[in-house]
């Protein structure tokens, strides 16, 4: 197993997460301010505001990654669209619990002010989602 990982992690595996990095940026853009018009202007409460942050950047994400960050296998991808969207949105989950979690937890047990809260949660989540979209996800025919 260990080989396996070692031997997939190459230049172009290094780009993608360089890019997903900087797709991932502009995904906590939206995902910030989005929390912070639906709860700090609208007022909607904490345990529902996150969910639309969370699923506003989560489809910008997948957009940009789908067409940017894994581009190269564009041709040859394993899926057609609405699967790797369909793919992306279930794997983005389990980033999303982690990111949602650790909002709630650190705001309630921790006072710490909910859109710092809010970038723990995401950081936390990343590496869960790079990973199900390196292998899961974008996965290509040759893989």
């Known amino acids: 197993m260990l080989k396996n990982i070692t031997e997939k992690i190459d230049k172009n595996f290094i780009l993608r997460f360089i890019k997903f990095g900087i797709v991932g940026t502009s995904g906590i ?4 301010s989005v929390l912070w018009l639906f709860k700090g202007v609208l007022g909607v ?6 969910i639309f942050a969370i699923g506003m950047a989560v489809f910008s994400n997948f957009m940009l990654n789908n067409h940017w ?16 969207l369909w793919r992306y949105y279930l794997s983005a989950s389990l980033g999303a ?4 979690t650790f909002l709630l937890s650190l705001t309630h047990f921790f ?6 809260a809010n970038l723990v949660g995401i ?7 790079f990973i199900l979209g390196e292998f899961w996800v974008f996965k290509s025919v040759e893989d």
């Open 123 to 129: 950081f936390l989540g990343m590496i869960s989602n």
């Open 111 to 116: 006072d710490v002010y909910y859109l710092i």
């Open 45 to 50: 409460p904490l345990a529902i505001a996150p």
């Open 97 to 100: 619990l982690i990111n949602y």
């Open 29 to 32: 853009a939206i995902n910030t």
């Open 69 to 84: 960050t894994w581009s190269k296998n564009k041709h040859n991808h394993k899926h057609s669209f609405l699967h790797r």
